[in-house]
């Protein structure tokens, strides 16, 4: 190939067409839960901006849920629309909202949205490209190292922390059989696989992913197309196992646009790719038969796997047991030893990085002087070039810090004092973070639950208020919500692993509940509420269970639970000294709903009547979701196989 620029126009469109898709997701999920807080930051974000221009705090959520759905859905839809301009818009309104937000957007795929969507501006056309005419830039293969220096940090960081946290689970590979039980919002499939599946292939199941988080993010970087193949193909399995198992929203989803974005486009099938700068030469195979390179690669890669294999089954003790018919697998190696490789892997991993950087940029710079024709097109090429190598060399190193906290040796060492400086400038934009998905396995014992229960008279009965999602009702299936995310169920998560003293919200929750709050009432399950439809309850308390997946296939119920003794919150009501005071606290006030003006501007009465009304609708969030989004799709699907357009899916 020599010094040929890679084509990675395919990868490019792949990544942002699907990273437009999440958006969607993201924007979507937050609108139709209509949550509106308390508090707000006063970082000159969009929020702030707004409410200074005269709009409610409502209208500018609503405002920027919608103008973010509309940006992601015609950028996903267009080709001719993904420009940086639109990618810059969208990535400032989730920034907005996740700032607002706070602990309610505080989560980590929420983080690696806004970081995506960062990178996302620098690997856009900065113009609108003609939705048929691709015009390939020399700096185009330097901005999508960036995706892959992401999915390696996003994986990496997570297969490493979970040995780091020195959680018990990880260590004797038995996370996996709390995980399927104590996850958030479980599927019906997480039942079957905690409940069916034997100890040893849940002990198997987590080396596979100590091998897809740790090792083979490093094939990112290799020059072997079978090895990039190979590490992209794992991690989209882990992720879809995961979907499967789990109801993550669109964390999953936005992982596997980061897969696609680090494919090169020889890397995809030819039907992937367009018909015009699809380049054979970029294949291993030749019309002569196979070459020298090929076969260098083959032996290559069959010595990194073998001793990938080699060292996998000693580090992890696997061995067939004839008397079991089962494959016994333990860590072979200490906390200090683990501490060891994830020093010098750090170091391998940033001094990889570094060597392919430097690498593109010298290669893209003079391939913008040696093919590019004319002097004035040489020069632009070249000064293109060189403007964006600075900008990826930069945002590369930055990524470095939260790496270099893996290492417990001087960050100092490792990373340049520069680049620190600027990760702590930028920290609030959240354009590097770090990530540690799964750190430590919860609800071992049991997963800790928390249940409202209301009733109008101090010494009850007592009536259960149940969830939209999160486990209550032990007859109730785990459901199927994602890409959705309720987040007031997936906070209740966390509350049951802390108490109402750390988690002030809680409280806050109470109050909304007791006031009858219509925007939070339709966060519960309706149905099962109805004993509260027209009059909320007068007292409220929380009791805390641990719930256990049932097990057996005869079983009627899909969950069991044990009562706590001791209640999480003793009952209140909205003269309880407890509440008066975090109300005071806080500064909560009760909400009056506004009422429709006629003297209000356009704008305000236009947002008004486009605020969320699932309950006129009749249809839950996660049905409605759906029913945004596969339109949308359609409409995709459509497009790709319509025989008028003479284009590949990447185009359109």
Same mark, same amino acid.
């Given at each position: ?239 879809? @196992?995961?979907?499967? /198992?789990?109801?993550?929203? &669109?964390?999953?989803? *936005? =992982?596997?646009?980061?897969?696609? $974005?680090? #494919? ?108 590019? @024709?004319?002097?004035? /097109?040489?020069?632009?090429? &070249?000064?293109?070039? *060189? =403007?964006?190598?600075?900008?990826? $060399?930069? #945002? ?257």
């Amino acid at each position: 190939m020599g010094l040929s620029t890679s084509l990675v126009e395919t990868s490019r469109q792949l990544f942002l067409s699907c990273l437009s898709l999440c958006y969607a997701v993201a924007f979507i999920s937050y609108y139709i839960q209509n949550v509106d807080y308390d508090k707000f930051v006063t970082d000159p974000n969009m929020v702030y901006l707004l409410r200074e221009a005269g709009l409610t705090v409502e209208e500018s959520l609503i405002f920027l849920c919608l103008s973010g759905v509309a940006l992601a859905i015609l950028s996903f839809s267009a080709r001719v629309s993904r420009g940086c301009l639109v990618y810059a818009m969208m990535w400032f309104f989730y920034l907005s909202l996740v700032s607002a937000g706070q602990t309610f957007l505080s989560f980590q795929w929420d983080i690696l949205l806004v970081e995506a969507g960062f990178l996302a501006i620098v690997i856009a056309p900065l113009n609108f490209p003609n939705s048929l005419t691709v015009r390939i830039k020399r700096h185009d293969d330097l901005t999508m190292l960036l995706v892959r220096v992401l999915l390696f940090k996003l994986m990496f960081m997570s297969g490493v922390v979970k040995l780091r946290s020195f959680c018990p689970t990880w260590w004797n590979l038995t996370a996996l059989t709390y995980h399927f039980e104590t996850q958030c919002i479980p599927t019906p499939l997480a039942w079957f696989a905690h409940s069916l599946l034997p100890v040893w292939v849940h002990k198997l199941a987590v080396v596979a992913v100590y091998l897809i988080e740790i090792v083979f993010p490093f094939y990112l970087f290799s020059p072997i197309k079978a090895q990039r193949r190979f590490a992209v193909y794992s991690i989209m399995f882990l992720m879809v @196992t995961i979907v499967l /198992s789990g109801n993550y929203n &669109f964390f999953n989803f *936005l =992982t596997i646009a980061l897969c696609f $974005g680090s #494919l090169k486009d020889s890397d995809y099938p030819p039907f992937l790719q367009s018909y015009e700068h699809y380049d054979p030469k970029d294949t291993p195979v030749t019309k002569g038969g196979f070459s020298i390179g090929y076969w260098v690669e083959r032996v290559l890669c069959w010595v990194i796997d073998i001793g990938v294999v080699y060292w996998t089954i000693r580090l992890f003790n696997l061995k067939w047991n004839w008397s079991t018919y089962e494959i016994d697998s333990s860590v072979n190696f200490s906390q200090e030893q683990f501490q060891s490789f994830v020093n010098i892997a750090v170091v391998v991993a940033m001094v990889v990085v570094t060597v392919v950087f430097l690498w593109k940029f010298a290669k893209n710079l003079v391939c913008s002087i040696v093919y590019e @024709t004319g002097a004035v /097109s040489k020069v632009w090429s &070249f000064t293109q070039t *060189l =403007t964006f190598g600075v900008i990826v $060399g930069l #945002l590369v190193t930055v990524s470095f810090v939260p790496l270099s906290e893996l290492s417990d040796r001087e960050t100092d060492h490792l990373v340049p004092e520069y680049a620190s400086s600027l990760f702590f400038r930028l920290h609030d934009l959240k354009v590097s973070n770090g990530y540690g998905l799964f750190r430590r396995m919860t609800g071992v014992g049991g997963r800790p639950e928390v249940v409202l229960e209301g009733s109008h008279l101090k010494e009850g009965p007592w009536t259960e208020l149940h969830f939209l999602y999160k486990p209550g009702n032990v007859s109730a299936p785990p459901p199927w919500v994602a890409p959705h995310q309720p987040r007031l169920d997936w906070q209740m998560w966390f509350a049951a692993l802390s108490t109402p003293q750390f988690t002030h919200w809680f409280n806050t929750l109470a109050f909304r509940i007791l006031t009858g709050q219509p925007e939070v009432m339709a966060l519960l399950d309706e149905k099962s509420n109805s004993k509260f439809e027209t009059k909320p309850p007068t007292y409220l308390r929380a009791v805390k269970y641990k719930y256990f997946f049932t097990k057996g296939s005869n079983v009627k119920n899909w969950w069991r639970r044990e009562k706590e003794a001791k209640l999480y919150l003793e009952p209140v009501d909205l003269k309880s000294p407890q509440l008066l005071d975090h109300i005071n606290r806080f500064n909560i006030k009760t909400v009056t709903p506004l009422k429709y003006s006629d003297s209000w501007p356009f704008y305000r009465r236009l947002l008004f009547k486009m605020r969320p009304d699932l309950k006129s609708l009749n249809i839950g969030p996660d049905a409605l979701m759906w029913s945004l989004l596969l339109p949308i799709l359609a409409m995709k699907l459509g497009k790709i196989f319509t025989p008028k357009y003479p284009v590949k899916m990447f185009y359109l």
